[in-house]
């Protein structure tokens, strides 16, 4: 087997249909952001220099769009074939037989499409219609988890990072990139589940097994091992492939808890650094990472109850209490948007002078985990696509409710967010 790294655009097409979109986008923004991405699988006919593509048209054309080369492997004899099975090869045993196949279905794809190379997808590809000027929403997950909901007896990335990534893909906005550290059989499922829904990531393998928890009822969360330790020669290579990804205009989401291993000061130090290039992000319910975090001044924070009592050392009595505190918070630390999540009531937002406080009326909620991600994704989806801070709260509202409608931490999603941005109620006050 030979590779060859090279711009992937002229390798003939051997397929019959034309491409998911998604999942170009996906090898795009993984090309873009300069993470590492698999080899494609390539065959030279030998009778006329032809050059086919035996697996990988997605990541070929995502890689394609973005001018970018990429390790070709050319399979040189029917030991390459047998070792691959990749793409067409895991149907033949001999490097004949494969190359006839190459062959007979890029006559195909010429004849019923009009595709030559990769690049007439470009051209020929009737859905090509994502927009690569959009800002990408980095995600950054040190603990994530694999979620069992009991009572539907389903299993979802979880974790305040990926819950987030699986809401921006149900609402639509795919232009996010996670980073992520996770190991051991939980740690292949995630990145399984993650990638079945056509989200870029880039995944750093762990030595400990990724933690599971499971769901039941509204709140309850009971952990199924011990939490994972991360190694430094982990987390330097997240970080390593992180400072390759992010990009000026970019948004840096920091979410969840902070695993073994790691210093609680992660999340004030990715803030520090890239706060003059990105619109960075914070939502954590510990303690010692929020108080470090706030030192570093986040543009947007999410706080709820217990951030707030752990913050002040008060228990407050009201929800204006609350958002009292939590617009100190705001002040004290140049927040410039504060989210504020009321236990069973809405969600508020401390925007410069204004708070406005967002409800869905007269709703009987089913779950309470995961709401504060949901909020998030919806916000971070409107505004990514130019949509005012007050318009894009009241999506989010619309989005959270969309989510505690549901039992588990299964998710938001855009049609019934649509339905109930109608009835979502703003109430703006001066502060």
Do not use: W
């Not at 952001?33 to 995502?62: C, K, S, W």
Request: aromatic letters at 8%; glycine letters at 8%.
């Amino acid at each position: 087997m030979k590779t060859e790294r090279r711009r992937p655009g002229n390798l003939k097409v051997t397929e019959n249909c034309f491409l998911d979109m998604s999942r170009v986008l996906q090898f795009y923004i993984l090309s873009r952001n300069e993470q590492p991405i698999d080899p494609i699988t390539a065959l030279r006919d030998p009778f006329n220099g032809a050059e086919y593509a035996v697996n990988g048209h997605h990541r070929g054309f995502g890689i394609e769009l973005d001018n970018k080369e990429v390790d070709v492997q050319f399979l040189e004899s029917d030991l390459d074939v047998l070792h691959s099975k990749l793409g067409k090869a895991k149907y033949y045993d001999d490097l004949s037989s494969l190359l006839q196949a190459c062959r007979s279905s890029h006559q195909s794809g010429r004849d019923e499409l009009g595709l030559e190379d990769l690049t007439d997808y470009k051209t020929l590809q009737r859905t090509y219609s994502f927009d690569t000027s959009k800002p990408i929403i980095q995600i950054v997950t040190l603990n994530p988890s694999v979620d069992h909901h009991q009572e539907e007896d389903i299993y979802v990335p979880g974790g305040k990072g990926l819950t987030i990534a699986r809401d921006l893909h149900e609402l639509g906005y795919d232009y996010q990139c996670i980073y992520a550290l996770a190991g051991g059989s939980n740690g292949r499922r995630l990145a399984s589940e993650i990638n079945d829904r056509n989200i870029a990531f880039s995944v750093v393998p762990i030595l400990d097994n990724t933690l599971e928890v499971t769901l039941s009822g509204r709140r309850t969360i009971s952990p199924e091992h011990e939490y994972p330790k991360v190694r430094q020669t982990e987390l330097s290579e997240l970080l390593d492939r992180l400072e390759r990804g992010v990009h000026k205009g970019d948004y840096l989401v920091l979410a969840g808890s902070v695993p073994q291993g790691i210093s609680p000061t992660i999340f004030k130090d990715l803030i520090e650094k890239y706060k003059e290039s990105a619109t960075t992000f914070c939502d954590t319910g510990e303690h010692q990472p929020f108080e470090l975090a706030l030192q570093a001044q986040p543009h947007l924070l999410r706080v709820n109850c217990d951030n707030i009592y752990s913050h002040t050392g008060v228990e407050y009595a009201s929800n204006a209490e609350l958002i009292e505190a939590a617009s100190k918070i705001a002040d004290e630390h140049d927040i410039k948007g504060l989210f504020i999540t009321l236990d069973e009531a809405g969600t508020a937002i401390i925007i410069g002078d204004k708070m406005h406080y967002g409800y869905l009326p007269d709703a009987k909620t089913k779950n309470e985990i995961g709401r504060g991600e949901a909020l998030i994704a919806g916000y971070l989806s409107q505004t990514a696509n130019g949509a005012d801070p007050l318009n894009a709260f009241k999506f989010a509202v619309a989005a959270e409710y969309s989510h505690r409608m549901h039992t588990g931490n299964t998710g938001a999603k855009k049609e019934e967010t649509l339905e109930y941005l109608k009835d979502i109620h703003i109430e703006s006050y001066n502060r």
